[in-house]
């Protein structure tokens, strides 16, 4: 480590990134200015050696992933997000809701044998109450004792509140008895108020992304966090939306996990109006890289394979990423909006994809225990 130190500096070939270098080896806190910094300079070699360096001060050469799968239980959504293309409104042809039956089925495929993640996330339908969360978690965990569940995203979790007629702090403990472990980082998209009323008209505000995700920590709810980039926001958006995620990690330490999300353009009202490009490799190595320099306070790093592809993933490894996430099966968000990467990799492929990459593979539940 001590001589990875002292060579850090000589990975650059931006000089102004030379302050940012001093600091991150003598584990200083970056500030807005330097997140700007990291986003404008073309040094992007430079930028992800420093991300290294902090991600194996961390986790040496650990990496960790997750036999996990996908389900959304309803794709009906009453909510306008220009991005999505997964929700389906009312009456739709394409709207379908699951019942827990039809969940437990699925969870009792073949294909799901092994897996320790149920991750979901769905529209916001009126018709779901309470109830139908509590029935189906009690009924998962009784099936599947081990299988761990991550769902909701802060936005879904103050719908369903409201669409139940109860404070939020009483769906949130009513779901946790019933089985409830974590909760997906999804929802947040871009904090900036402007950004948001032209990306996502009608949503849940910024403010009650951070309050519902604060309760939850202070609740003993650990939760995920994220960020929508590569559509119309700019630098200062992100480094924003960032050092908002870092300043509540400050206060509850209940983060596990960051992904950044690459906007997927295809069959979307806002790939529609506006001239968007596909985000390129440069933009989500830097996104990674960026992450790991400003939340010197969140433990884990995701490179999303999903979104970013399998090959880029793996070269996220190197410039700040320490989780590839999971197996997935299944995944609908990101591929109905023209994600072209597998629906699924098994184990074995995401374990060779981190071995290649001279890292350790390890796999782990959802509050990264880890599977010897
Ligand atoms: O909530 C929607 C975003 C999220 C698009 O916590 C889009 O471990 C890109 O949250 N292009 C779902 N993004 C994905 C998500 C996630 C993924 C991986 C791991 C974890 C985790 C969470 O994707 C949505 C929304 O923010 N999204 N549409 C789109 N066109």
Partial sequence: ???????????????????????????????????LLLYESPDLTGIGAMAHFVRLKLHGRNTYYVVSRRLSYTNICV???????????????????????????EMEKPENL???????????????????????FRRLKARFPDLHLKVFTMVEMDYYARASGIPIEEFISRCMAAGLESCPGGGAEIFDEGIREKICIGKKDAGTWLRVAELSHRMGLPTNCTMLYGHIEEARHRVDHLLRLRELQDRTGGFLAYIPLAYQIEDN??????????????QDLREVAVARLMLDNVPHIKAYWVMITEGLAQVGLTYGADDLDGTIIEESIAHLAGAKTPQALTK?????????????????????KVYA
């Fill in 1 to 35: 480590m001590h001589s990875l130190s002292l060579g850090l500096k000589s990975y650059l070939t931006d000089p102004r990134l030379l302050p940012i270098a001093e600091k991150v080896e003598r584990g200083e806190r970056l500030t807005f200015d330097d997140g």
């Fill in 79 to 105: 909510t306008h997000c220009q991005f999505c293309a997964f929700q389906a409104r009312p009456g739709d042809p394409r709207a379908y809701v699951l019942s827990a039956d039809e969940i437990i089925r």
């Fill in 114 to 136: 092994g897996v320790r993640e149920l991750h979901m996330v769905a529209g916001h339908y009126p018709k779901l109450k309470i109830e139908y969360f509590e029935d189906l």
């Fill in 269 to 282: 009202e806002l790939g529609r109006a506006y001239e968007i490009h596909e985000t390129t490799g440069h």
């Fill in 348 to 368: 074995a492929e995401l374990e060779r994809l981190i071995t290649e990459a001279g890292f350790q593979p390890m796999e782990r539940d959802n509050l990264y």
